[in-house]
């Protein structure tokens, strides 16, 4: 509801759309305090008690770096979220998946790959998300040697990750 009235699809899409844009956190709040587009998935899921939610995250949202850290932080909200979602579905029959690729060979990263960066196949990618969302696991990594680099990454200290050129 918002302002004593039900949101409409197209307002709900506006807000996804400027999420989409960078403007996430805000449109995340409303939809949160207005049983919005981010909320709406969850409500007939809650009430039967059974669903799956997936999420997509990337390993970018693990640890800030220069690179993209605009892209990072709208991915480290994605986390967030799915952990804020996770604890509110914990002990119910509603499993909330986060998956968290790596560079995977899309058009947003056809600038990597012309410069010659190793980048994951969409379909093997595409195979482990699907199998997460049916094994119900809290967070995936694909391919799943991130879940070790980045563990290495986000445990570096500072004094030495600030020295890294990534």
């Known amino acids: 509801m918002r302002g004593g009235r039900e949101r409409t699809k197209q307002e709900d899409a506006v807000d996804l759309s400027r999420a989409r844009r960078g403007e996430v ?3 995340a709040e409303r939809a949160d305090r207005d049983g919005g587009a981010l909320t709406c998935p969850q409500k007939p899921m809650e009430k039967a008690n059974h669903g799956t939610i997936a999420l997509i995250g990337s390993v970018a949202g693990d640890r800030g770096r220069k690179s993209n850290y605009v892209y990072g932080a709208a991915k480290g909200l994605v986390t967030r979220y799915a952990q804020g979602l996770q604890h509110r579905f914990a002990g119910t029959g509603v499993k909330v998946v986060l998956i968290k690729p790596g560079p995977t060979d899309t058009p947003m990263t056809a600038h990597l790959k012309g410069r010659g960066a190793k980048l994951a196949p969409v379909e093997g990618v595409a195979k482990q998300i699907v199998d ?7 967070v995936i990594y ?15 200290p500072a004094f030495v990750f600030n020295k890294i050129d990534i």
């Open 25 to 27: 956190v805000a449109a």
């Open 132 to 138: 997460a969302v049916e094994s119900g696991k809290p």
């Open 142 to 156: 694909a391919p799943g040697k991130w879940r070790l680099i980045m563990m290495v990454v986000r445990h570096l």
